[in-house]
């Protein structure tokens, strides 16, 4: 399959912890990385391979792969965490790369 | 600091070419071995990536794309560039240029902070 799934909602209360996933039968060969995107703003990076955070990436933000889901997770849910998020990946052939539908993070 | 920045027109026709220019300041296109992407987001939609281009110049397209995308580097202006041909409404999205890194893990760390391209007559 050439496709990755993640659920379009997310809600989690204030300072709670919230897991977001994504799907796709590329996800057993490959990392998935992981994109915050705001109203208005280009997508920020913000985990990738095995549970890495470039630098300015809140260490609430972890990332784990199990089979063919990954996910992204946020410790201690923040206001400023309601965002747009993605997956990202590359398909079986390895020459294309394929964003997830992209899950939107409420913070309540 | 790297930074990416694209540029084109603000506003294509339906079936003419919309041409997009991302220039790279910060570091040499040439002399570093990274991907560099183009990825674009219709309003209201998801992310899409369209194609990317090596340094050396080997390309990668999205294959719902390919027959209409051509993407080139300049590593004279550092620059790399996306013409995308025969247009509908469907292309009207903001479109990023990224910067790909492909060993062992795959991400795009660095983005341009995208333009608007409408079509429309």
């Known amino acids: 399959s050439s496709e990755l799934t993640q659920d379009p909602a997310v809600s989690v209360a204030l300072g709670q912890t919230v897991r977001i996933t994504c799907q796709g039968d590329s996800l057993r060969n490959y990392y998935a990385s992981w994109y915050q995107q705001k109203p208005g703003q280009a997508p920020a990076l913000v985990v990738y391979g095995k549970n890495i955070r470039p630098s300015g990436s809140p260490d609430r933000f972890s990332g784990s792969r199990s089979g063919n889901t990954a996910s992204l997770t946020i410790t201690g849910a923040q206001a400023e965490d309601e965002a747009d998020y993605y997956c990202?990946?590359?398909?079986?052939?390895?020459?294309?790369?394929?964003f997830g539908g992209g899950t939107k993070l409420t913070v309540l | 600091q790297l930074q990416l920045q694209e540029s084109g027109p603000g506003l294509v026709k339906p079936s003419e070419t919309l041409s997009l220019t991302c220039t790279v300041s910060?570091?040499?296109?040439?002399?570093?071995?990274?991907?560099w992407g183009w990825v674009r987001q219709p309003p209201g939609k998801g992310l899409e990536w369209i194609g990317s281009i090596y340094y050396t110049g080997n390309t990668y397209y999205n294959p719902s794309l390919k027959s209409r995308v051509t993407i080139a580097v300049d590593t004279s202006k550092n620059q790399i560039s996306l013409k995308l041909s025969s247009v509908t409404a469907a292309d009207t999205a903001v479109y990023y240029c990224?910067?790909?890194?492909?060993?062992?893990?795959?991400?795009?760390?660095?983005w341009g902070k995208g333009t608007t391209v409408p079509v429309s007559s």
């Open positions: 990224a910067r790909q890194v492909a060993h062992f893990y795959y991400y795009m760390d660095v």
């Open positions: 910060g570091d040499s296109i040439s002399a570093s071995s990274y991907y």
């Open positions: 990202n990946s590359r398909d079986s052939s390895g020459n294309v790369w394929m």
